[in-house]
Antibody
Framework: EVLLVESGGGLVQPGGSLRLSCVAS????????MNWVRQAPGEGLEWVST???????YYADSVKGRFTISRDNSMNTLYLQMDSLRGEDTGIYYC??????????WGQGTLVAVSS | DVVMTQSPLSLPVSLGRPASISCRSS???????????LNWFHQRPGQPPRRLIY???NRDSGVPDRFSGSGSGTDFTLEISRVEAEDVGIYYC?????????FGPGTKVDIK
């Protein structure tokens, strides 16, 4: 069974940092293109970042230079390092396997709250 | 960025009746490999979204066949042939043909 479990969310002050983790089971992270998508409270979906199998990374302009997507193949885990956090980064962060093709799944999400 | 628009934004429907949601993109979603990366997602309150349709018209595993997707270029449609109670929630279209990936604003479907 394919499973994605996010963790690492929480309350952080503006300017602070968090590292989100997404542990995958039932498939290999390094052979899939992996994504983070977020949802602000009561709002729609916003793509955040993508990591290709070959290592190429893509970021939304709103997080470029502040967030870093990466993976640990030995742990079969995807990460999102979030620095210089702002209030508008508040929301649920979802880890996704794939977006375009057949292989696709979502985690349950982890809540990030940026507030003083 | 490719702007995705949806209509209507709110759709009250009667059980057993059909429903249709339109999604338009600000530029063609035909990718260089010939595919059109247009997805449809459904989100119930308090749950993560679930993909229903990928590449315009391909149903994901386990998605009932009352859901169908169609369209090309910049105009796309999600149709529900007979709405059931479990279909309430918000439907989003999403394009993956151009960076950045962008979502539509969502269409809220509820029962009349």
């Amino acid at each position: 069974e394919v499973l994605l479990v996010e963790s690492g969310g929480g309350l952080v002050q503006p300017g602070g940092s968090l590292r989100l983790s997404c542990v995958a089971s039932g498939f290999t992270v390094s052979t899939n293109y992996m994504n983070w998508v977020r949802q602000a409270p009561g709002e729609g979906l916003e793509w955040v970042s993508t990591l290709y199998t070959g290592g190429a990374t893509y970021y939304a302009d709103s997080v470029k230079g502040r967030f870093t997507i990466s993976r640990d193949n030995s742990m079969n885990t995807l990460y999102l390092q979030m620095d210089s956090l702002r209030g508008e980064d508040t929301g649920i962060y979802y880890c996704l396997r794939g977006l375009r093709g057949t292989a696709h799944s979502w985690g349950q999400g982890t809540l990030v709250a940026v507030s003083s | 960025d490719v702007v995705m628009t949806q209509s209507p934004l709110s759709l009250p429907v009667s059980l057993g009746r059909p429903a249709s949601i339109s999604c338009r993109s600000s530029q063609s979603l035909v990718y260089s490999d010939g595919n059109t990366y247009l997805n449809w997602f459904h989100q119930r309150p308090g749950q993560p979204p679930r993909r229903l349709i990928y590449k315009v018209s391909n149903r994901d595993s386990g998605v009932p066949d009352r859901f169908s997707g169609s369209g090309s270029g910049t105009d796309f449609t999600l149709e529900i042939s007979r709405v059931e109670a479990e279909d309430v929630g918000i439907y989003y279209c999403m394009q993956g043909s151009h960076w950045p990936v962008t979502f539509g604003p969502g269409t809220k479907v509820d029962i009349k």
